[in-house]
């Protein structure tokens, strides 16, 4: 705010002027560019709308009704209003008749249940067989080793013909 009014840009003067009207006293001058910018940017889009409500309607140039028209609709799009006060008091009423859960305070940090963690098992696992070891299987048939103890020691290390299936229940989340 050290610079001087004699200066600025005309635009410039009005943007700091019309936060010195809104009480706005102590603020970075950067403050005054960005305004700068954000008036510049929506004036361009309201005008590019209007150019283009203006060539729809075959008119050779823009007018007034056609800037009413592109504010309008920037109105209505860009912002949104917030329900009626009555909406938001009865959504509450409604949410608070659930009561909350009784906490059991206990040592620790208390953790949510485990269907609502994100490390909580929600998959399925099918273990193929392995090629290899359907080989050695085949070859061991054929073969009767000396030692039977050995036999039935390589025989639980290898996996059965049918795949195993490891699986975990999926619990459904309430809603």
């Known amino acids: 705010m050290a610079e001087n009014d004699e200066d600025l840009p005309r635009d410039a003067k009005i943007v700091k002027s019309l936060l010195k009207s809104m009480g706005v006293e102590d603020y970075e001058p950067r403050v005054i560019h960005q305004f700068l910018e954000l008036w510049y940017r929506y004036v361009v889009d309201v005008l590019t709308d209007a150019q283009v409500y203006s060539e729809h309607a075959g008119k050779p140039a823009i007018d007034s009704d056609d800037v009413k028209l592109a504010i309008q609709s920037k109105v209505n799009f860009s912002f949104s209003q917030?329900?009626?006060?009555?909406?938001?008091?009865?959504?509450?009423?409604?949410?608070?008749?659930?009561?909350?859960?009784?906490?059991?305070?206990?040592?620790?940090?208390?953790?949510?249940?485990?269907?609502?963690?994100?490390?909580?098992?929600?998959?399925?696992?099918?273990?193929?067989?392995?090629?290899?070891?359907?080989?050695?299987?085949e070859m061991e048939e054929d073969e009767q080793p000396a030692d039977i103890n050995t036999s039935q020691e390589q025989k639980t290390d290898i996996p059965q013909h049918t795949p195993q299936r490891v699986s975990f229940p999926l619990t459904k989340r309430p809603k």
Do not use: C, F, H
Not at 84 to 93: D, G, I, K, S, T
Not at 109 to 121: A, C, E, N, R
């Open 82 to 137: 917030p329900p009626p006060r009555e909406v938001l008091l009865e959504l509450a009423r409604n949410r608070n008749k659930i009561p909350l859960p009784k906490t059991i305070a206990g040592p620790g940090i208390p953790l949510p249940p485990d269907q609502d963690t994100l490390i909580s098992p929600n998959y399925q696992l099918a273990i193929p067989m392995n090629q290899t070891a359907l080989a050695m299987e």
